[in-house]
């Protein structure tokens, strides 16, 4: 890449400090939840700054926000975006960082006075937190036409608002319909909120797609009985069988090895005393993998020896969905793109899947999208304390830099690579 | 046994139902808390009963009554005796049964106009529930040594009163001092509150001690991760810790066999969260064996299981002793009398540790000690459902009645059953 299209950190530091600001917590951390009043005043500094940009600002009718940099030819553009909106208890990075990225490209576009042939544009899309409305991913979901746009608007949040007009009070209820955004492709930075990159000591995640999300409650019904004058061998341990179906989680996820993860988060028993054998048992188990055809026989596994394990100890088990996502695949020339980039720059870079939503996956079905992932510390994220230092930021929007300029289509690359 | 040595289970159970009306719940059962007013009015009706059999009632300091039946030598007496008080939601039986079996026995001789060696007494014991006060067996803890007496005269209520208070509010505060009462030895006849016998088919427990009980909290603390961004490698895992120790409880309990228990009744998990990995679990386990050294060494594998769990996941482990009781052993030579009874009587009889805890424990270590178990239906106990059937308490009776008679000496039994 040509030395004048180097970023500048400070100044893309400085706007994800700025941004930072609005919203902050005493005691650190950021609270802008989706169309509240802080993510109004956040939403109107990115957009100033958008317009300071020179971009060709839509709000669309879910208040995704994006600024087109127009390209040599009038075609769709290459969409670099997330979100603004963060958790009660955020930090500066997760979304932010993928937004004010687009405006340091595009900025370092303009300062060079490079014209690509296809437009760029960067975005914001409402709502991906989930943490006011359910659920995530709203903007991008009814813009990209996986959610339903009357559906969403007249979706009630925690506090009792809906969205629709929580939109129109904070003035971002635009007028583009859903799907006026048609991006020649999509491509997100964003923090990895988990501690795999930093471990490894890698500074780069080519994201090859997002894990398929299974959620299962189990509830088990034994027998209450006298912890002392049952015999076992009279028993129906509602509890048994719960540690039974805890541990088969586990021995999946072993046996299958990565990407598969599976936890048990959530495990209580009835009564809950001491000296009673457990009634009713109702535990969570949460499977996770990138192929589909894995996910469904991990499901399977448990599913089946959560009934034997009932069975055995003459208990019964009833089973209900509480999530189901298929994995998204990433497209696998922007992948490609995001390594070949990351090993010409010198980073470091693995592959890797998303073990959370975002943004990107909503538009991986309609246009070609990858994601780049930079360390979180201690894996750390919906955190006050998430961190990733500048240096590793720099590297991530090369990465994203470089791939973006590939796709648009800039002489210059060409040029000057040679 | 003489033919006029025949118990009047009418009367009986007149006696038990006539008991069972002081606090008889609306929907069934009983509540009568241990020194509460419905206690005193059952006190009040049993003494009532004593004296018309003639019996010599003595009241001690923490109120336990007994009242004796004179015996042609002034030596210690056979006690019969158990409890009347009640859990909030009890049934007839727990307790009453082996105070009214006592009384049913006492008239029994009086009509037969029999003359025992020793005094036969009849006994009934303050507080063994524990369900207003603890600790549970109090009355017959200071009545034979085990708990000390201004200290369990001071123990704060559930309501907030005391138990010293109460005592002299009902009027049965007495004067003689623990150790008063000096059995020559102590039977007590009792529901099984289990459902052994029940399902065995087996009339009568020849009851051969009280299971020692071990209840250890454990407490894993991990790191709270992202069930979808956290390798399974990377992951401390505290609720797989508390399941591997819940399953290592239930395999102690198959590997050591009968009488050998354990139970997980409590397990909670912070912060309990779908797709949050546990940061803390805390489970009980509840272990129980009429052996002293297999209970040890069950102790000994469970924390030793639980520390290794806890190392291979990168967890720590706290233990806790929430409860330590040693088993207590009966007298051989009365549970074999037991045995002996039940065979000449035609009834089934089986050999049982008790895994609850009883008032016979209390003065096992003082004087020959044995119980009588008869069936409980379902196995239900401190139920208000709980019950046993006519002819099953009269089996019980039948065996207690015979072993006493043996016990105190009665000349009529000799020359009869030649």
């Known amino acids: 890449m040509a030395p004048d299209l180097r970023i500048d950190l400070d100044r893309l530091m400085g706007r994800l ?14 609270k802008r939840l989706a169309l509240s009043d802080a993510d109004k005043a956040g939403r109107d500094l990115v957009c100033g700054w958008m317009r300071d940009l020179g971009l060709d600002l839509t709000t669309d009718c879910i208040g995704n926000v994006w600024g087109v940099r127009r390209g040599r030819e009038d075609t769709a553009p290459v969409v670099i975006g997330s979100h603004i909106d963060t958790v009660a208890t955020g930090g500066l990075y997760d979304g932010n960082l993928g937004v004010l990225a687009g405006l340091e490209i595009v900025e370092t576009l303009n300062d060079a006075g490079i014209e690509t042939r296809r437009p760029v544009a960067v975005g914001f899309f409402t709502n991906e937190e989930g943490a006011r409305f359910a659920p995530d991913m709203m903007g991008s979901g009814v813009a990209q036409g996986a959610l339903d ?21 904070i003035g971002y209820a635009g007028d583009a ?26 500074a780069i995640g080519a994201v090859t797609g997002v894990q398929g999300i299974s959620w299962t409650e189990f509830t088990v019904t034994g027998v209450s009985n006298h912890a002392g004058t049952t015999p076992m061998a009279m028993r129906h341990d509602a509890g048994v069988v719960a540690a039974r179906i805890a ?32 009634q009713k048992a109702v535990l969570t188990v949460d499977l996770r993998n990138t192929d589909n055809v894995r996910l469904i026989e991990a499901e399977t596994r448990l599913r089946s020896t959560a009934r034997k394990a009932a069975a055995e100890e003459g208990c019964t088990v009833e089973l209900r969905s509480l999530a189901r996502f298929d994995p998204v695949e990433f497209d696998e020339g922007l992948v490609a793109a995001i390594e070949t980039a990351a090993a010409e720059l010198g980073h470091g870079v693995r592959r890797m899947p998303s073990g959370a939503g975002h943004d990107a996956q909503m538009f991986a079905p309609n246009c070609p999208t990858a994601m780049v992932f930079v360390p979180s510390q201690d894996g750390l994220s919906h955190n006050i304390n998430e961190y990733t230092a500048p240096e590793e930021i720099r590297a991530g929007v090369d990465v994203l830099f470089r791939v973006a300029l590939a796709r648009a289509g800039a002489d210059i690359l060409a040029e000057q690579d040679q």
Do not use: C, M
């Open 149 to 169: 746009l009357d559906d969403t608007l007249a979706t009630v949040g925690i506090d009792g608002q809906r969205v629709g007009d929580e939109l129109r009070r």
């Open 177 to 202: 319909p859903p799907l006026a955004l048609k991006p020649d492709s999509f491509l997100e930075l964003h923090v990895e909120q988990g501690p795999v990159l930093e471990r490894e000591g890698i």
């Open 247 to 278: 541990l088969e989680a586990r021995a999946i996820a072993d046996a299958f090895g990565p990407p598969q993860v599976a936890t048990v988060g959530a495990f209580r028993l009835e009564p809950d005393l001491v000296n009673v054998v457990p």
């Open 17 to 30: 400090r700025a941004l930072g600001e609005i919203g902050a917590l005493p005691g650190g951390g950021v």
